[in-house]
């Protein structure tokens, strides 16, 4: 029997089609790469913005053809498009056998069972991943409790749930002895890890525990919300060996009023010193983030104040989306999406164009230094990996590097990608 799933969306989904596969895969059934050829197909689906819901109703309408010619075809979908509301998503796509919530596993397993496919004694949780066992993506805690007044996550991921400590470091283990050399802890709200589990767990604790494991080399976090960036947090980056200088977080807006309205909870101000802090702590921190332009009732000079946050704050990667209105939030039901679509393009490549420059300025500075780089791979004749803080490195050379850590004497940059050299020692 033969699989195939499809992926949208962020880490957190990648991360769940991963488990899916690697479950699917540990059943015996076996991966294919045209969705044609599959008997069970899994869409994992996202709805974060419009263009994104498009793609997964343009999906779902092409597999209604397919289905047709191939009616026994198994199909399940997951992910963000799934509402509370099953029998209802049934009865639209009655094509579509099964529909699970994101991460309710158990949902998946029953139905496979019931499909004759499969037993309920395999742990999706804890399945091997299929994906590239040098980077493997860990989520630690589920859903959001912030609710945002622009953004659907909450309403489809559900509130926060985070997994024991105990839980992930037993999976991080696995993946070390597996092979894996880097790890990537997930949630919606990362850095609000343990606050539920009321027994004093947070994410500064799990990765003092984590940083301990043997094999691993590198260990990264996302995404964060800027309240929940605690000062315990910051020091543990900067004291433990494995945690790499980086990491995201969401500014949204840089003007008071559109972070009032976004229900955000804090103020450019807040966010600034929270910036300020953390690269007096850890100097050589590279920092990204995320900015939603034409939010509703954004007027040109609060837009400018985005623009002059991001001038100022000199990110090294700036995630830019065009406000888009989804159903159920805050946002939607109380604000008129009143930017034209046209403005919120012209001020989404005014960004772009502002990080672009500022990135070449940013990369350019580090020709002549030599940087450490985790490497992942091999792209055409060029071995290709990453820093510490997350930059894509090209360099040539002869041996297989394949999952080492090598020094990389860097001798061109561009905006996106660095180019270098081993270092001789
Ligand atoms: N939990 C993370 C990620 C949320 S979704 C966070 O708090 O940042 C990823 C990004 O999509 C968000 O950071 C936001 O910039 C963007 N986004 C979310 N909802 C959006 C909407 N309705 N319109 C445009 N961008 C949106
Ligand atoms: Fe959405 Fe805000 Fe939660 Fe991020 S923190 S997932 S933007 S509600
Ligand atoms: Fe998309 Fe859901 Fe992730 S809406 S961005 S798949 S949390």
Excluded at 175 to 191: K, M, T
Excluded at 200 to 221: K, M, P
């Amino acid at each position: 029997m033969k699989y195939h799933v499809w992926t949208m969306g962020c880490q957190m989904n990648k991360a769940e089609s991963s488990r899916l596969a690697g479950y699917l895969a540990s059943l015996g059934l076996e991966n294919v790469k045209d969705i044609k050829d599959a008997d069970i197909l899994i869409l994992n689906t996202c709805v974060v913005r419009q263009n994104a819901e498009d793609k997964v109703n343009g999906m779902l309408g092409y597999l209604k053809g397919i289905k047709q010619a191939k009616p026994e075809m198994r199909i399940a979908v997951t992910g963000c498009f799934v509402t509370d509301d099953l029998s209802a998503l049934s009865k639209s796509f009655p094509y579509v056998n099964h529909f699970f919530k994101p991460g309710e596993s158990r949902s998946f397993e029953e139905w496979l069972l019931s499909e004759s496919v499969g037993n309920l004694h395999g742990n999706i949780g804890m399945a091997l991943q299929s994906v590239s066992s040098l980077s493997v993506y860990i989520p630690i805690i589920q859903g959001c409790n912030n609710f945002c007044s622009y953004c659907i996550v909450p309403y489809r991921r559900g509130r926060e749930q985070s997994r024991t400590a105990e839980d992930v470091v037993t999976e991080a283990q696995k993946a070390a002895v597996a092979g894996a050399r880097e790890i990537i802890l997930l949630g919606q709200n990362v850095n609000s890890y343990g606050k539920d589990l009321g027994n004093g767990t947070d994410l500064s604790g799990l990765l003092a525990l984590l940083n301990q494991l043997e094999g691993l080399l590198r260990i990264r976090f996302l995404t964060n919300h800027p309240r929940d960036m605690s000062p315990d947090l910051i020091s543990s980056i900067a004291s433990l060996d494995k945690v790499c200088h980086h990491f995201c977080v969401p500014l949204q807006a840089g003007d008071d009023l559109i972070l009032k309205a976004m229900h955000r909870h804090y103020t450019y101000q807040d966010f600034r010193a929270l910036i300020r802090q953390t690269r007096q702590m850890i100097p050589d921190i590279a920092l990204s983030t995320d900015i939603i332009v034409g939010f509703p009732g954004e007027s040109e000079d609060q837009f400018e104040n985005t623009f002059k946050a991001i001038e100022e704050l000199r990110f090294d990667a700036v995630h830019i989306a065009a406000y888009s209105t989804r159903t159920q939030t805050y946002a939607s039901e109380h604000y008129p999406d009143d930017v034209p679509y046209e403005v919120k393009i012209q001020r989404l490549r005014r960004v772009e164009n502002l990080q672009k420059g500022i990135l070449t300025e940013i990369n350019r500075q580090l020709i002549g230094k030599t940087l450490e780089i985790l490497v992942e791979g091999k792209k055409g004749s060029k071995w290709y990996g990453r820093t510490y803080s997350d930059k894509v490195v090209f360099f040539t050379g002869s041996q297989d590097y394949s999952g080492k850590l090598v020094s990389i004497l860097i001798e061109s940059a561009s905006p996106w990608s660095l180019q270098g050299i081993p270092a001789t020692v």
